[in-house]
């Protein structure tokens, strides 16, 4: 309880703030048809005419939400102006890319562990990988993946998803199969256990904890691979093609709900991870953390 | 010792030119056309005869978008990390809401700040500046944690002030999570630099030049454009590690077996 205190006051804040911002920002433009008219108005008026326009430069926060409302709720979801429509396209690159992610990154983290030389070879080679900007490379990606004869945009959008996301599930397996200590990897040696049986029984399970506390990163990292994917691409459906559309036609409202809508995504695909993350821990024993 | 580094080195080094080697050799055996995937040769070429070009768009993009935006992003997070940390309430409530937000999609303010600061650098490093800010303010809110009761104890037996307590004892232990923070800032500060471009750019700078070139079917230029992003990135975070060895030699992730 002395939790949500603060955090409400905070979030309150952050809407005061917001508001501000509007009435502030937009409020040029209001002045500026008033002169044109050779009106002088009032604050109340002011404060109205900022609060509603069709192309504000910064909305304000009823204004985001009813377009949302409008672009969840009101608009049939095959409609190609349905946020739920893009949404689910993205989503959709997002899973795959989280899927090929978490393949990825456990297959690495396994041959790392194993090898030594595998580990002196690709272990810096991951780290590279991560500090190349992987915008840069989305355009190579689609063409590539074109020429292989992917015709959807799904699977260079999947590619560009899990190469962002392997790797917290890389690093966090790596952590996790080398976490047992010399105790219980002795123990499993005065067992005969064979280095097969080591891995299943002792350093596979032990992995676990470190693997689900990996994926709530890995989701989230997944969902900005599939949103950056879709900018360079010439995507037309998806959350990051609705802000392109947006950007090119001046229309901020088609931008603002698009950001919103993908940080709704983005706090549903956490929140579902992190229900499973505790689920399992439960199932194995774990004490809450 | 001294074969164990060699072999750090040999390693992916040797495993990074037998993947050139092996590019090289696949595009003329297959005869892949350069519209679809240029030998490494042909990148190289594309770079020793443009390196004008690359330039400037390093210049635009790395140094004026990333750059610029990462330094102001990572002190405005510092510094709000240390004006939020005197306070009890703020940090109750600004920690969890800080830590949700630096889980969001924040690229997708790009098109927003292209709108707001126009087409040149400024809306780039607007975008890199609320891209950092985040991860930034999370770690060192986690890093000025991370002294325990008996240091901070000490220090009030010292009767040290909040002032000299933060630039004596709980800033420096913060360092390895501000580094932290740094490394994962150098990353998505090309990233941010290099998207926000895609939404309108002046005609120079990385991604518009890759944009641009893909629509003309110069890929070769397109991969040299890429070789230096990549080798900005690893560089930018090479440096911020190189920086994190000398001030936090005494942890003990930094230790190193002599």
Redesign the interface.
């Known amino acids: 309880m002395n939790r949500v205190v603060p955090i409400l006051t905070v979030v309150l804040a952050i809407f005061a703030i917001w508001y501000v911002a509007s009435f502030t920002m937009n409020r040029a433009w209001v002045m500026d048809q008033a002169a044109r008219a050779g009106e002088t108005p009032s604050l109340s008026e002011q404060i109205a005419g900022t609060m509603n326009q069709s192309r504000p430069v910064v909305p304000a926060p009823h204004q985001v939400a009813v377009e949302l409302y409008d672009g969840i709720f009101d608009k049939a979801v095959t409609s190609k102006r349905s946020l739920v429509y893009h949404g689910f396209i993205t989503l959709q690159a997002t899973l795959w890319g989280f899927a090929l992610g978490i393949i990825g990154g456990v297959a690495l983290a396994i041959l790392i562990v194993l090898s030594r030389t595998a580990d002196l070879t690709l272990m810096p080679w991951a780290i590279i990988s991560q500090t190349i900007p992987v915008v840069a490379l989305a355009p190579m990606i689609v063409i590539l993946t074109n020429a292989l004869g992917a015709e959807s945009l799904m699977v260079p959008k999947a590619i560009i998803a899990g190469y962002l996301s392997f790797f917290p599930v890389l690093v966090s397996m790596v952590k996790g199969l080398t976490s047992p200590d010399a105790m219980q990897l002795d123990l499993l040696r005065t067992y005969g256990a064979t280095k097969n049986q080591v891995f299943w029984k002792l350093r596979l399970p032990a992995s676990m904890p470190f693997f689900f506390a990996s994926l709530k990163i890995a989701v989230a990292a997944s969902l900005v691979g599939a949103i950056v994917g879709e900018l360079p691409t010439g995507a037309i459906s998806g959350l990051g093609a609705r802000m392109l559309i947006g950007s090119q036609f001046g229309n901020p409202m088609i931008m603002w709900s698009a950001l919103f809508a993908a940080a709704i995504l983005a706090a549903m695909l956490i929140w579902v991870v992190g229900g499973i993350e505790r689920v399992a821990s439960r199932a194995m024993g774990g004490q809450s953390a | 010792m001294i074969i164990d580094r060699a ?2 080195v040999f ?2 080094l ?3 030119i037998l993947v050139l080697i092996l590019w090289e050799i696949s595009v003329h055996a297959f005869n ?1 056309p350069p519209a ?2 240029p030998a490494p040769t042909d990148i190289g070429e594309a770079m020793a005869n443009s390196t004008g070009t690359l330039f400037a768009d390093w210049l635009q993009t790395v140094v004026k978008g990333a750059l610029t935006g990462m330094i102001m992003g990572a002190l405005a997070g510092v510094a709000a990390a240390i004006a939020i940390d005197r306070s009890d ?2 940090k ?3 920690l ?2 800080a830590n ?1 937000v630096a ?3 924040i ?6 700040m ?3 600061f126009g087409f040149d650098w400024h809306s780039k490093a607007a975008v890199v500046v609320v891209m950092v800010f985040f991860p930034m303010l999370v770690n060192t809110l986690a890093g000025l944690q991370a002294t325990d009761r008996m240091q901070r104890d000490l220090m009030r037996t010292y009767s040290a002030s909040h002032g000299q307590t933060l630039a004596k004892l709980r800033l420096p232990a913060a360092l390895p999570f501000i580094f932290n923070g740094l490394k994962i800032c ?2 998505l500060a ?2 941010g630099a ?2 926000a471009e ?3 750019s002046p005609t120079q700078g ?2 518009f030049r ?2 641009t070139e ?1 629509g003309r079917l110069g ?1 070769d230029m ?2 040299a ?2 070789a230096v ?2 080798v900005s ?2 560089v ?2 090479g440096i911020v590690a190189l920086i994190e060895r000398r001030m936090t030699f005494w942890h003990p992730s930094q230790r190193t077996g002599r």
């Open positions: 072999l750090r390693y992916p040797g495993f990074g892949i679809i995937l309430f703020l109750k409530g600004l969890p809401v949700f889980a969001l999609p690229v997708g303010v790009a098109p927003i292209v709108m707001w150098s990353t090309l990233i290099i998207v895609y939404f309108g990385m991604g890759i944009s893909v890929i397109v991969w454009e890429i992003a990549a990135g690893t930018l975070y």
